[in-house]
């Protein structure tokens, strides 16, 4: 099972928005709407940003978003803010008997 | 408040065995399925076992398949990972994480695994 496809990094300013994206198989991303998004700051544990595609947890601002189209799902942070400087990884249910499946990550900087 | 703490961690030389585990609090242990998560040094995350709330299915990544072995005391809110033949490629912060809705909802703080001569 081959690690979800994400860009190593992205940066915007203060206030703007930023993409990342997602990139799996019909296997995985493609054939269920069970993808998941993680921030990690440097030497903390991931936290849980989106489940099921588009949902926030408590707690999480509404300036994150996630969506899917086909094999490929998005994050999206609008109004960035210094705070949101952390690699991102997104999460995928999978067919293959490995049942998850993460992305290779994404570093975000806040210029 | 929902708490995993992982605890074992530390340097084993290759061919060597360590478990790993996690205790669970702030929340029912047995209505959960869990998972081990691990990241070596740098590099991404990378799931590597999962069982079923009731310890009786369990799954594993084929990097790992044979040599590590998930387990779970209810009793205990604890999840374990015996890990076998460890190789230096396993070197790695090693994370529990609980299971909902198709994700990982909370995480515990990790526990570092250096296989190393």
């Known amino acids: 099972q081959s690690a979800l496809t994400q860009p190593p990094s992205v940066s915007g300013s203060p206030g703007q928005s930023v993409t990342i994206s997602c990139t799996g198989t019909?296997?995985?991303?493609?054939?269920?709407?069970?993808v998941s998004w993680y921030q990690q700051p440097p030497g903390t544990a991931p936290k849980l940003m989106i489940y099921?595609?588009?949902n926030r947890p408590s707690g999480v601002p509404d300036r994150f978003s996630g969506s899917k189209s086909g094999n490929t799902a998005s994050l999206t942070i609008s109004g960035l803010q210094a705070e949101d400087e952390a690699d991102y990884y997104c999460?995928?249910?999978?067919?293959?008997?490995?049942?998850?499946?993460f992305g290779t990550g994404t570093k975000v900087t806040v210029l | 408040e929902v708490q995993l703490v992982e605890s074992g961690g530390g340097l084993v030389q290759p061919g060597g065995s360590l478990r790993l585990s996690c205790a669970a609090s702030g929340f029912t242990f047995s209505s959960y399925w869990m998972h081990w998560v691990r990241q070596a040094p740098g590099k991404g995350l990378v799931w590597v076992s999962r069982i079923n709330s009731d310890g009786s299915s369990t799954s594993y990544a084929d990097s790992v398949k044979g040599r590590f072995t998930i387990s779970r005391d209810n009793a205990k809110n604890t999840l374990y990972l015996q890990m076998n033949s460890l190789r230096a490629e396993d070197t790695a912060v090693y994370y529990c994480?609980?299971?909902?809705?198709?994700?990982?909802?909370?995480w515990g703080q990790g526990t570092l695994v250096t296989v190393s001569s």
């Open positions: 994480a609980r299971n909902t809705r198709h994700s990982f909802d909370y």
């Open positions: 019909s296997s995985d991303v493609g054939s269920y709407n069970r």
């Open positions: 099921e595609v588009s």
């Open positions: 999460s995928s249910y999978t067919s293959s008997s490995t049942f998850y499946v």
